[in-house]
Nanobody
Framework: QVQLVESGGGLVQPGGSLRLSCAAS????????MGWYRQAPGKERELVAT???????NYAESVKGRFTISRDNAKNTVYLQMNSLKPEDTAVYYC?????????WGQGTQVTVSS
């Protein structure tokens, strides 16, 4: 089993920044990639960014150049640095961890971009 705990969400003005954190625990040795998804009201959940154990990253087109995913393997933590935030970035953000058997999900953290 893998447990994921997110933190760092909140309310920010357009153009502002936030950093999300996700700490993994449990069977962390089996994790080969981690990432972030988001779900806005009335919309489907979508991939935001992923990072492999080797450090290879992948981003949704809508966040390229604004968001940066990174990880601290010593702390078993993945981060999402979000800059130049827009109202359309408002969503619940979920941390994920890929293992050979399944994709694990965190409980989600709310990000609201509004003036």
């Amino acid at each position: 089993q893998v447990q994921l705990v997110e933190s760092g969400g909140g309310l920010v003005q357009p153009g502002g920044s936030l950093r999300l954190s996700c700490a993994a625990s449990g069977s962390i040795f089996s994790i080969y990639a981690m990432g972030w998804y988001r779900q806005a009201p009335g919309k489907e959940r979508e991939l935001v960014a992923t990072i492999t154990n080797a450090g290879k990253t992948n981003y949704a087109e809508s966040v390229k150049g604004r968001f940066t995913i990174s990880r601290d393997n010593a702390k078993n933590t993945v981060y999402l640095q979000m800059n130049s935030l827009k109202p359309e970035d408002t969503a619940v953000y979920y941390c994920t961890a890929n293992t050979p058997t399944r994709l694990w999900w965190g409980q989600g953290t709310q990000v609201t971009v509004s003036s």
